[in-house]
């Protein structure tokens, strides 16, 4: 029963990002990965399709934790007194916020970093300076009787949208319950041929208002129809702007297609996971730019020569003293220090000749900024540049003669 991340045959692509359902999340599994990267590919596109299947995994996986979390949350809740259309606390014409001395208490989130960050609390709507110091926790508010008390109940009975988000943000999980879902043009300065074939932008309007340094440009929003995020009922969407705008609305593009008709003009409810931004742009980069085309080179370095198989066309029409002896000329003419110049002769044992086999050594350069990689990394392109031209000078003389 554990939770498996969709399968990518090689050679195919796709981001394959699915919703775990509550049977898998409850059954108390772990997500296990499934994704392999081989050492080598046999063509450029399987060796795509095995990076894109490990970041959707790694999607995946993230998405399975969230609803996993979210999941135990929710059994600890009794929404049989939950009324919906309560998105500013009201039921049934009945408001269950508190009152102070000034009158009804305001919703405030706590933003300061610690144990009750996102927690949620109700504090007197007076202005500063004239204000009272009521305060009362919204999760323990029994809105009944408008007083504060921890539930003696084993579940906890939410009757509005805004406890059970004050429930929920209690317990780490951004929730936004009875949001809606609206559809409009998007304008940008383009020409009228390219503004012509744009499609329409997708917006969730948020129930309430949060600083924008807690969204982000890629984040993984889940989106559905009930409490309960069936599949059937819910779709996976990413922000494709950092934060809300002034209307509280974030825009959003699923991830699979969607009729944006039938989503609309009804209550939605919104977990915000996490930010995908890296696994996603990786995916699209992948997709869109390693082709053949750009880096003609990948064949030969996604499917290096076997020990034991001939080197053959590999190998280039120098000596082994050759090589050594023009690398030592670039040490000199650059004033390589001691380890630039170790790197540059060990690029020179990667290089098969007529008379040795090139090493299959893989060598990491790393050091501090000013520490001269750059440099070596320009002498090397010089330096193999020089072999492969008496290569193919040598190789055109065999052939006229």
Partial sequence: ????????????????????????????????????????????????????????????????????????????????????????????????????????????????????????????????????????????????????????????????????????????LRSYCECELETKKKFRRQTGEDRARQSQAMYITLTRRERGSLFGKGDIWVISTSLDFTPQSTFVAIATYHGPNSDNQVEIKPLRSINAFSWTNRSLFALHAFNGSNELCCIDNIKDYLVNAAFPLSSSLLTPCREGQSHGSRSLRLTRAEVTSIAQRYIDQFNLNEDQA????????????????????????????????????????????????????????????
């Fill in 1 to 172: 029963r554990n939770y498996q991340a969709p399968k990518i045959s090689l050679g195919k692509i796709s981001r394959g990002i699915e919703l775990p359902t509550r049977e898998v999340c409850d059954s108390g599994n772990r997500a296990e990965r499934l994704a392999i990267i081989p050492v080598e590919f046999s063509s450029l596109s399987a060796y795509k399709s095995a990076l894109c299947n490990a970041l959707t995994e790694q999607i995946n996986t993230m998405l399975f934790e969230v609803m996993q979390n979210y999941y135990l949350v929710v059994s600890a809740l009794d929404l049989s007194k939950y009324e919906l259309g309560t998105k500013l606390g009201k039921s049934a014409g009945d408001d269950t916020s508190p009152q102070c001395e000034h009158g009804k208490a305001k919703l405030v989130t706590v933003k300061k970093d610690g144990k009750n960050k996102g927690r949620m609390f109700y504090s007197c709507p007076a202005p500063r300076g004239k204000s009272c110091k009521f305060f009362k926790w919204a999760d323990e508010i029994d809105s009944s009787s408008n007083s504060t008390s921890l539930s003696t109940a084993t579940r906890i009975q939410p009757k509005n949208a805004r406890e059970v988000d004050a429930y929920f943000n209690r317990k780490g």
């Fill in 342 to 401: 170790k790197c540059l002769q060990s690029c020179v044992n990667m290089v098969g000749t007529v008379d040795s086999e090139a090493s299959r050594d893989v060598l990491l350069i790393h050091g501090v900024f000013g520490s001269g990689k750059s440099l070596l990394l320009a002498v090397t392109i010089i330096f193999l540049v020089e072999l492969f031209d008496l290569h193919q000078q040598r190789l055109n003389t065999d052939i006229n003669e």
